[in-house]
Antibody
């Protein structure tokens, strides 16, 4: 059974960098799957952030591309997200997920990140 | 890029059928057979219900079906049950990234 678990600070200061990690179990980060991040502002819809392959190749939403950095740690079977220059608009529940193809088939439980001024 | 367009809400009585639509553009829904649908209960992670327009993951009832015509994809649910009440989101591959719809709240009356 594939399981994903997000971790990271729940509070980030405005203009700072949001950093999250997703620990994967039940699958290898070096499998043929891609790994993604999706966020959901409180009371709003889902927004796809980006995806990463274990060799380091990434794809990002055009609206976030300039602020997003993603990486993979094969030794820990996990992947990470950095979002820079955050504002209140980046307050959201952040989900990590596995891409089974062109879709997310396994999701973490999500973690709320609040940007404070 | 813009989010895919979904109706805000839809409702139906138990046993009835409902259809949720998802309208994109020729750059996403219209160009790729990579539309997926997710069900989300409040405070929970989304759950994959349909992928590649009309394929069901293992464990998803065959009451759920997907289709696509032009720039619009649809999720149909037959034999509505109380447990179907949730938010539903569509998503589509758009070349190098994925875009979600704004979500549709399904109410079972």
């Amino acid at each position: 059974q594939v399981q994903l678990q997000e971790s990271g600070p729940g509070l980030v200061k405005s203009s700072g960098t949001l950093s999250l990690t997703c620990a994967v179990s039940g699958d290898s980060i070096t499998s043929t799957n891609w790994w993604s991040w999706v966020r959901q502002p409180p009371g709003k819809g889902l927004e796809w952030i980006g995806e990463i392959y274990h060799r380091g190749t990434t794809n990002c939403s055009p609206s976030l591309k300039s602020r997003v950095t993603m990486s993979v740690d094969k030794s820990k079977n996990q992947f990470s997200l950095n979002l820079s220059s955050v504002t209140a608009a980046d307050t959201a529940v952040y989900y990590c997920a596995r891409r089974g193809g062109y879709f997310e088939d396994y999701w973490g439980q999500g973690t709320l990140v609040t940007v404070s001024s | 890029q813009s989010a895919l367009t979904q109706s805000r809400s839809v409702s139906g009585s138990p046993g009835q059928s409902v259809t949720i639509s998802c309208t994109g553009t020729s750059s996403d829904v219209g160009s790729y057979s990579y539309v997926s649908w997710y069900k989300q209960h409040p405070g929970k992670a989304p759950k994959l219900m349909i992928y590649d327009v009309n394929k069901r993951p293992s464990g998803v009832p065959d009451r759920f079906s997907g289709s696509k015509s032009g720039n619009t994809a649809s999720l149909s649910i037959s034999g509505l049950q109380a447990e179907d009440e949730a938010d539903y989101y569509c998503s589509s591959y758009a070349g190098t990234f994925t875009v979600f719809g704004g979500g549709t709240k399904l109410t079972v009356l």
